[in-house]
């Protein structure tokens, strides 16, 4: 469809093949948002040679399977891309990262530069499963919600980016000799019901500004840069986040847990530390 400023649409239900787009075909709005949501097998949504594009509109894909023709697909818009698991648990897998959902980095390298944002995983609230980030790129800001979320190798050079975990814990998912950063990124938020990196395996990040919050569990940086603790906004979301903050339940359950920080070259603190586990 080429609807100019109009919705453009396609939810596809149950019991169907899935969505697909090929033969140079086009998926177009100016103003308007795109949103796409298949439930179908094996396929879910597929774009192979064709574009989905928008000038200013948001982009939605939702489905349990995505595949994005890792030579032909385009995906483009200064609006946001939202990229969801329709199924609630359903566990994904970015760049190299293992999971139902999979996003490889060649797939996610036919996002086009300029989107406002890119939020993967589920919208906050709705049940998000597990996600694993491995050796991944992206080049505009970016925001992960997942149940749990396992990452190394991600690089987002200077732009933001939002790590939400919304009931387990975000920590490396390097294994043995640590050799390479676990979070590149202009500045970060960081969000674990249960921990954000530990007491004994740090996250590995070269970040400038962070801001991070725990319920239970440590909050764990080694950083390779001069830092910032100070605020960061959420992408897609607008929310703003400050300073580190192990919160107080009063439940007993985060007593002993603690906040570690090194930043090589210095560390600036322009918003609260806070532990209030007791």
């Known amino acids: 469809c080429d609807w100019s400023s109009d919705v453009c649409s ?3 239900g149950t019991n169907v093949a899935g969505f697909r787009a090929d033969n140079g075909s086009t998926l177009s709005t100016t103003t308007g948002p795109i949103a796409v949501v298949a439930d179908g097998t094996p396929d879910g949504i597929v774009i192979a040679d064709a574009s989905v594009t928008s000038t200013k509109g948001n982009i939605d894909l939702k489905s349990d399977q995505i595949v994005l023709d890792e030579a032909a697909a385009t995906i483009s818009s200064s609006g946001q891309l939202s990229i969801y698991a329709r199924t609630n648990g359903t566990s994904i ?7 139902s ?6 797939e996610l390298g036919r996002l086009s530069d300029g989107f406002s944002a890119i939020v993967i995983g589920a919208p906050l609230g709705v049940g998000a499963g597990q996600v694993a980030i491995q050796n991944v790129t992206f080049h505009d800001d970016l925001t992960v919600v997942g149940s ?3 990452v190394t190798g991600l690089n987002s050079g200077t732009n933001t980016i939002a790590l939400l975990a919304t009931t387990g814990s975000i920590q490396t998912a390097a294994v043995g000799t640590r050799t390479s950063l676990d979070i590149t990124a202009g500045a ?3 969000s674990g019901q249960q921990g954000v990196g530990d007491e004994d395996v740090w996250l590995l990040t070269s970040i400038s500004t962070i801001a991070a919050q725990t ?5 764990s940086f080694y950083n390779n840069v001069p830092l910032t603790i100070g605020s960061v906004t959420t992408p897609g979301y607008g929310s703003q986040h400050h300073g580190l903050t192990l919160v ?5 359950n985060a ?3 603690a906040i570690f920080v090194y930043a090589a070259g210095g560390l600036v603190v322009d918003q609260p530390v806070d532990n209030n586990s007791g």
Request: proline share 0%.
């Open 93 to 99: 897998g970015i760049g190299d990262g293992v999971g």
């Open 101 to 106: 959902l999979l996003l490889s980095s060649g």
């Open 248 to 252: 107080d339940t009063n439940d007993g």
């Open 255 to 257: 007593i002993g847990d």
């Open 215 to 219: 319920e239970i569990g440590d909050l």
């Open 148 to 150: 749990s979320i396992a």
């Open 188 to 190: 970060a938020f960081f």
């Open 10 to 12: 396609s939810d596809l």
